[in-house]
């Protein structure tokens, strides 16, 4: 356990930023698991319509710093030559 006050308040901060943190990458999750279960299901259109909401939840993951910015592009890349490789 922290002693002095600074100790305490910085535990206090990395707390409230782990929680904000896991709510982020908990949504990303989220979306990309629903994306992939569009493809597995071979829906086109819904995966077409839904990619803008994937979009941009990995680019606000790689802004924030949850995944790095190379990574967020690439996985955009990808998900779009799924949807290529489906059409």
Avoid: H, W, Y
Wanted: no cysteine; proline share 2%; glycine share 2%.
């Amino acid at each position: 356990m922290p002693i002095t006050s600074s100790a305490k308040k910085a535990l206090r901060v990395s707390r409230r930023k782990r929680a904000i943190n896991l709510v982020r990458k908990d949504s990303l999750t989220s979306a990309v698991k629903a994306f992939r279960k569009l493809i597995a299901d071979k829906k086109t259109k819904e995966a077409v319509a839904f990619f803008p909401t994937l979009q941009k939840a990995l680019d606000k993951s790689a802004k924030t710093g949850i995944i790095k910015k190379n990574a967020a592009s690439r996985k955009k890349s990808r998900f779009i030559a799924m949807i290529k490789k489906i059409s």
